[in-house]
C-alpha cells in the first residue's frame, strides 16, 4: 500500500482574488480557512473536516462587490490543488457518495473522480432566494467551478428541509465524506477498464 502523504499548494493572483492554500489529502483534522465570507469558511471546514483532510487557505476578495468571485476562485484553487494531489489518480476508489442529515435538512452528494467535469444540481428551489447577505446562486457557482477544477463529476441534490444553512451543511457534509471515499487508496491499480482514467 502506498504510504505517501498527498499534498499540494495553490495560488491565484488576479484583480478580483487573492488566494494561497496548502492542502493534505491524508491530514488529521488542521483547518483553517479565512476567505472574508464566512459562510464559505464554514462549509469549506466542514467538506475538509469530512473528508478527512487538512487545509490552510486564505482570500482576499472584491468582496465590496460581492462575493461571486471569491466562491467561485477558492473552489478553482481548491480543486486543482485536490488534483495535483492526488498525482496519476492510481489505487483511489474513484467514486464517493455521502448524505448527512442536517435537522430537518438532507442532501445528496455522488462523485466520480473521472477526468470528466460535470455538474448535476437539483433541487435548489428548496433555498431561499438570499443566505449570508449573497443569492444562493453563488453556491451552485462554488460547486461547479470545484467539478470542474478536480475533473469530475460531481451530483447534488437537494432533497428535503425547510433551512438554507442546515441543507447547505448537509450538501457540504455529504461532499467531505465522497471526498474521503473516492480520495481513499486501494492498491495501485488505475480503476478504470480502459485502464486510464479520461
Known sequence: ???????????????????????????????????????????????SFWAGMDLSLRCTGDMHVDAHHTVEDTALVLGDALLRALSDRAGIAR????????????????????????????????????????????????????ASAVRMNLHVSFLYGKNGHHLLESAAKGLGLALAQAVHRQGSAVRSTKGALD
Open 95 to 146: 467514486v464517493g457518495h455521502g448524505r448527512v442529515p442536517m435537522d430537518e435538512a438532507l442532501a445528496e452528494v455522488t462523485i466520480d473522480i473521472s477526468g470528466r467535469p460535470y455538474l448535476v444540481w437539483m433541487g435548489d428551489e428548496l433555498l431561499p432566494p438570499v443566505m449570508a447577505g449573497e443569492e444562493k446562486d453563488v453556491w451552485r457557482e462554488w460547486y461547479k467551478a470545484f
Open 1 to 47: 500500500m502506498e504510504s505517501t502523504v498527498r499534498t499540494a499548494t495553490g495560488k491565484r493572483v488576479s484583480k478580483e482574488t487573492s488566494i494561497e492554500l496548502a492542502l493534505c489529502l491524508d491530514g488529521s483534522g488542521k483547518i483553517d480557512v479565512q476567505t472574508g465570507f464566512g459562510m464559505l469558511d464554514h462549509m469549506l471546514t466542514l467538506t
